[in-house]
């Protein structure tokens, strides 16, 4: 016989409570019948509050105890806690690896079975390097001010002309949108050439020689990724693609 929790959430027609429905799936998940008590006004909610002297809902009671919110479910499970927490790499190597298939799908549609041939190979890595340049660059471009203000913090020519820190993700774009077009390389390669030398040598002076603990600003304001290899892997990968351009013309 299946335990039973009882689950108090709010769930009205402006608000639909996103842990109130985790804590549903999480219990539904561990085999527990529900009693789902649905708080359908904010009137409804407080009252509840008040009566249980609590502060937040969801809550969730199992054998009559109080177990309390999302979270201190997940701990009385013996979970970790939820999303991420902390520096993570994860954002920037979901990028990676979905430029990456991108890549391989795209040369894969123009060469099909050729796929495996040298020329697909190099097709393949010089799209996931524009792939992953436009990627990169829309994630600063959706919030210009917030990578601004990490940017400004290691980039050696950033710090002292801070309106380079807006052109940095506009010049990145048109390396890899041009990349892609098969732009004259010696107009798209001196761009990532320059830009990604910058930056390599930013991140290595900040990271390996100050020994600063930064966050980097290579997906945008709000990153979590510290700032460190990923980083100058991005600014490698810009250095090759400019050198590899410049020589493709030559």
């Known amino acids: 016989m299946k335990s039973t929790a009882k689950l108090y959430r709010m769930h009205t027609d402006q608000h639909i409570c996103p842990y109130g429905l985790r804590s549903k799936d999480l219990l539904e998940r561990k085999g527990f019948e529900i009693e789902d008590h649905q708080l359908s006004s904010r ?28 979270d201190d479910l997940r701990t009385h499970f013996g979970m970790g806690a939820a999303g991420q927490t902390g520096t993570t790499y994860t954002p920037v190597l979901a990028i990676f690896a979905v430029a990456f298939l991108m890549a391989v799908a795209t040369v894969y549609a123009n060469m099909g079975s050729a796929l495996l041939s040298a020329s697909a190979t190099i097709n393949v890595i010089e799209m996931f390097v524009a792939f992953s340049m436009t990627i990169l660059a829309i994630q600063k471009l959706r919030d210009l001010f917030g990578f ?3 940017f400004i913090t290691y ?26 077009a098969g732009l004259n390389g010696l107009i798209v390669g001196p761009i990532s050439l320059f830009i ?6 930013s ?25 460190g290899f ?8 810009m250095i090759a693609a400019g050198i590899w351009m410049i020589y493709s013309q030559l």
């Open 43 to 70: 009137a409804e909610t407080d009252k509840f509050k008040a009566q249980h002297n609590v502060q937040t809902t969801p809550q969730t009671y199992i054998d009559g105890r109080r177990i309390g919110g999302y």
């Open 148 to 150: 601004s203000n990490s």
């Open 155 to 180: 980039d050696l020519i950033a710090m002292r002309y801070l309106r380079y820190a807006y052109i940095y993700p506009f010049a990145e774009a048109f390396a890899g949108l041009g990349m892609m």
């Open 196 to 201: 990604g030398t910058v930056g390599a040598i």
């Open 203 to 227: 991140v290595y002076k900040a990271v390996y020689i100050d020994k600063r603990e930064l966050k980097c600003a290579c997906v945008g304001g709000d990153s979590n990724v510290p700032l």
């Open 230 to 237: 990923v980083s100058l892997t991005e600014n490698l990968f």
